[in-house]
């Protein structure tokens, strides 16, 4: 494997690690979403349903391939922050607090708080718009963190190695490593779960009302909003 890390220059927002593909897929809605799931598979999950179909089952494929492309956009977002940064998970939780602070973006600050291990409700309730509650929490998180990599060295031994893209190193895989990367993994899932959950309900919810209505040949208030 070719050797290429690139460390310790200025630091990167986070902001801009976040690659493309990711803030497309927390971005997109309405129409825009119909197309990046396709007429095809709209059609099979309508008909699913009206054969008696729970609505959780026929979409529970789309809500998985979401989270699978969504947590391999944050492993890419790790990769290039190691790659700038040979301490950047080691700063992550102060970097991401900072910017969490001053974002006003709505897809930034869910990535953001995804790094502090956070959902917007856990955000809320942990939170509760007090600015100093952040930093508590982000002392507290830290804390877990030195407690959890300590016992796992103890249970497990040391964890070494590298992690690559094209042939190239771009990040050294530790313990640390891990506690941050599978507790932003594990943030999106939750966050990503209950988003879908609410945009699939009023899409298909909106769209098998309307045929049924037409169906019997009924007036429908939801028809001028099937193109929203």
Partial sequence: MKTAMVHSGPVTPIRDLIPPMLRHLLEVRGTEFVRQIGENVIRQVILDVMCGRNLRDATEMLTRRRIALVNAGLV???????????????????????????????????????????????????????????DTYK????????????ECERNFGTLQGTLGLDGEEWAQLNWVFLYHLLNTVEASTLAIRGSEKSVYGKLFERVITYLGSVGRGEPSTNASRMHE
């Fill in 139 to 150: 002392e507290q998180y830290l804390q877990v963190a030195r407690e959890v990599v300590e």
């Fill in 76 to 134: 890419m977002l790790f990769l290039k922050g190691a790659r700038t940064d040979a301490d950047f998970v080691n700063r992550l939780t102060d970097l991401a607090g900072d910017e969490w602070r001053q974002s006003r973006s709505r897809s930034d600050r869910w990535v953001l708080q995804w790094l502090l291990g956070l959902t917007d409700t856990a955000a809320q309730n942990v939170l509760r718009d007090d600015p100093s509650a952040l």
